[in-house]
């Protein structure tokens, strides 16, 4: 008869273990478990932007419905839009790019291992600072395209488009240097014999979406700083009274907005081209034209 000698673990080890593997996760540079970190992350915002589209439903439900303030529900429609774009269906994709792009092209890691961390870190930094605008006084409220002069100190005057420009902005540099190191990546990090036009789909997709965001997010960058200037500083770049442009805010924004459904977009088609030739157990018809 044999006999089963149970050990207990000491509370004071288990907490340790337990303290041990949570300082792992926020400590990792390891791609799979970033790549679930944006996974998570990019999930947590997408319900918080989905219970803010149903709060606007139920809203817009009856007629002459007072369920929503008039300003909650401009909060809430800015703060849905902007999070559904920046903090919720870029980082699912990111985290799909992280988890499979190295595994793919054969590398044992991204290029740049910390600046992949980084990146995440600092996305994260951005997406928390636009979030807690909530306790500062308000939301931003001049819709997700901020278009001045309605995003403008004449017509907002709290703190809540202050800390849309800033935590965009921020965001907006996790993006940029995450892009730069998939691009690093997919150049120089590829397994020996694994020319371009061996690449799968989602590599190639991921590599343009990636050069899109490196010349979409840089003129989004200089047209939030600008704006940033004229709420904060004084500046006049939007104020038409001062020889400014309100139009230019326009200009600025959809040359990176047209691009960014594009930047969306080319992974998602990535997946799709991966997918569908693995269960129909066929290649892909026509790779090079593609």
């Excluded at 540079?29 to 970190?37: A, T």
């Excluded at 300003?71 to 903090?87: P, R, V």
């Excluded at 001045?148 to 703190?159: D, I, M, N, Q, R």
Aim: aromatic share 16%; glycine share 10%; with cysteine.
């Amino acid at each position: 008869m044999a006999i089963i000698i149970k050990r207990e673990v000491h509370p004071l080890v288990a907490r340790k273990k337990e303290k041990s593997i949570v300082w792992d996760w926020l400590t990792t540079v390891d791609h799979k478990k970033l790549g679930i970190m944006y996974m998570i992350s990019g999930l947590l915002f997408f319900v918080k932007a989905g219970v803010m589209a149903l709060f606007m439903r139920i809203q817009l439900m009856f007629p002459e419905n007072t369920f929503l303030s008039g300003q909650t529900f401009n909060e809430f429609t800015t703060m849905h839009g902007t999070i559904m774009l920046f903090l919720a269906a870029t980082p699912l994709l990111f985290g799909f790019m992280n988890y499979f792009i190295p595994l793919q092209i054969g590398a044992r890691d991204v290029a740049f291992p910390f600046v992949n961390a980084l990146g995440y870190w600092i996305f994260m930094a951005g997406g928390i600072l636009l979030c807690v605008s909530w306790f500062f006084g308000g939301a931003p409220d001049a819709g997700w395209t901020a278009y001045v002069p309605l995003a403008g100190g004449e017509y907002s005057k709290g703190l809540g488009l202050d800390f849309y420009v800033l935590g965009l902005q921020v965001s907006g540099l996790g993006t940029l240097i995450s892009a730069i190191n998939f691009m690093v990546t997919i150049v120089n990090m590829r397994a020996p014999g694994m020319t371009m036009m061996r690449l799968p789909l989602f590599v190639w997709t991921s590599f343009i979406s990636s050069v899109l965001i490196l010349f979409a997010f840089t003129p989004l960058a200089a047209g939030l700083a600008l704006l940033t200037m004229d709420r904060i500083f004084g500046g006049q770049f939007f104020v038409p009274e001062m020889g400014g442009n309100a139009v230019v805010w326009q200009h600025i924004f959809w040359v990176f907005g047209h691009p960014e459904v594009y930047i969306l977009i080319m992974p998602a088609f990535g997946m799709i081209s991966e997918v569908i030739p693995a269960f129909s157990r066929k290649r892909l018809f026509g790779y090079t034209s593609m």
